[in-house]
């Protein structure tokens, strides 16, 4: 079946503007993941979402970022006012559920560079 | 807290012989872990996970994994490595012993692979 997807691919901006980054998980799971990754930074967390409960913003580095998850399903991640540490691929992934051990399934990322 | 530690940076093996990748872990509760690999401009894919019951762990591509409580580890393994599994490789940790379900991450293993 279809996998985790992610658009734009790569996206180029200028330093101050917003961008939206936009993530479609797999079919029939309920939780789903932002995590970003740097060479600097390795993978971190961002934000996870389960179902209609209250997201845990945890990660968030500060509150230009943003996230919404729109009828339990397509998610978007905004970051206002963007700064040349936001440089980084974006990754989304998604899992059966939160509890227990299950594995999460991530997309190929987005590309995020401003100049 | 939780942290994953992924001591080389990058681990070079001839084809055909066996590999290891090592991880070791820090939680307060019981651990989940988790394999990923990421090839170059992919995103994560999942490996194998360790969540509970025998200790050896079998993934797909012919990996292993060996979980330690002793020695809090979980490295990864495999008998006979090929060139195509030349990729970065990440261990991960979900702590159980705090309410938080995202993935800790080590800051990966570059796996070269020489034929």
């Known amino acids: 079946g279809a996998g985790v997807s992610q658009s734009p691919s790569n996206k180029v901006t200028e330093k101050g503007k917003d961008v939206e980054l936009r993530c479609d998980p797999i079919s029939g799971h309920t939780a789903l993941y932002w995590y970003r990754q740097s060479l600097g930074q390795g993978l971190e967390f961002l934000i996870y979402f389960q179902g209609n409960s209250a997201p845990d913003k945890s990660g968030l580095p500060s509150d230009r970022f943003s996230a919404e998850r729109t009828g339990g399903s397509v998610s978007t991640l905004t970051i206002q006012r963007t700064q040349q540490e936001d440089s980084a691929v974006y990754l989304c992934?998604?899992?059966?559920?939160?509890?227990?051990?299950?594995?999460?399934?991530f997309g190929p990322g987005t590309r995020l560079t401003v100049t | 807290a939780q942290s994953v530690a992924q001591p080389e940076d990058q681990v070079n093996v001839a084809e055909g012989n066996p590999l290891t990748v090592k991880c070791t872990y820090s939680?307060?509760?019981?651990?989940?872990l988790f394999w990923y690999v990421q090839y170059p401009n992919r995103g994560l894919q999942f490996l194998l996970k360790?969540?509970?019951?025998?200790?050896l762990v079998k993934g797909s591509y012919g990996f292993e994994a060996e979980f330690n409580k002793s020695q809090t580890s979980f490295h990864l393994k495999k008998p006979s490595a090929l060139v195509s599994d030349s990729a970065l490789y990440f261990c991960?940790?979900?702590?159980?012993?705090?309410?938080?379900?995202?993935?800790?991450f080590g800051k990966g293993t570059s796996l070269l692979v020489t034929p």
């Open positions: 939680v307060s509760g019981n651990p989940y």
């Open positions: 992934a998604s899992s059966l559920a939160l509890a227990g051990g299950r594995e999460q399934y």
């Open positions: 360790y969540i509970t019951g025998d200790n």
């Open positions: 991960a940790v979900r702590d159980t012993g705090n309410s938080g379900y995202a993935l800790n």
